[in-house]
Structure formats: C-alpha cells, structure tokens
C-alpha cells in the first residue's frame, strides 16, 4: 500500500507566496516521476509541474517563471515552491507519484490541499 500525503496549502495574498510538500510512503521501491496537479472550481485537473528522478522539470505555461518543483529522492518528497501568487492559481493541488511496485508502474494521489489567494 501506498500513502501520498501533501501539505502546505492556506490563504494568502496575491504576490505572495506559498510552498507545498508531498511525501509518498508504503511498500515503494522506486518512484519515477511527480507532480502537483490543480482543480479550479468548474474546471477541469491540469498538469502544474512534474519532475523525474534525474530532476527533469515540466511546467504549464501559466507557471513559468514563479513556481518552482524540486525533489528529494531519499526522503520521496516533491515540493512546490510558488511564488508571485496569482487569484487565478486558486485551486485544490494534488500531488500525484508514479510508483514502481513489482513490474508495473502505478499512480498515487493525495487528497488535496487548498490554495487560495486574493486580490
């Protein structure tokens, strides 16, 4: 079993800041890539950033510039730093892992965590 547990989400003014953690645990033997992924209301889930174990980073566009993924692979944790904070980056974020378990790969969610910033 797999637990992906995030955290780090809140209130916050636009321009400011804010850093999500996500650590995954259970019986993992490796992890490839990471993400944090958003959910506006009435919207649709989005890729916001994604990372490989080498450290490759992908970013929407609309982030580019302000946020930040990073890794730690011994500790299976991804970060999102974000910065110069948006009212449209209100969202839930979920981190999500893609997990090596035997020969197959498997995705992981967390539950969410809420981020919303005002104007």
């Known amino acids: 079993q797999v637990q992906v547990v995030e955290s780090g989400g809140g209130l916050v003014q636009a321009g400011g800041s804010l850093r999500l953690s996500c650590a995954a645990s259970?019986?993992?033997?490796?992890?490839?890539?990471m993400g944090w992924y958003r959910q506006a209301p009435g919207k649709q889930r989005e890729l916001v950033a994604a990372i490989t174990s080498g450290g490759t980073a992908t970013y929407a566009d609309s982030v580019k510039g302000r946020f930040t993924i990073s890794r730690d692979n011994t500790k299976n944790t991804v970060y999102l730093q974000m910065n110069s904070l948006k009212p449209e980056d209100t969202a839930v974020y979920y981190c999500n892992a893609n997990v090596v378990l035997g020969p197959g790969l498997y995705d992981y969610w967390g539950q969410g965590t809420q981020v919303t910033v005002s104007s």
């Open positions: 259970g019986s993992i033997f490796s992890i490839n890539a």
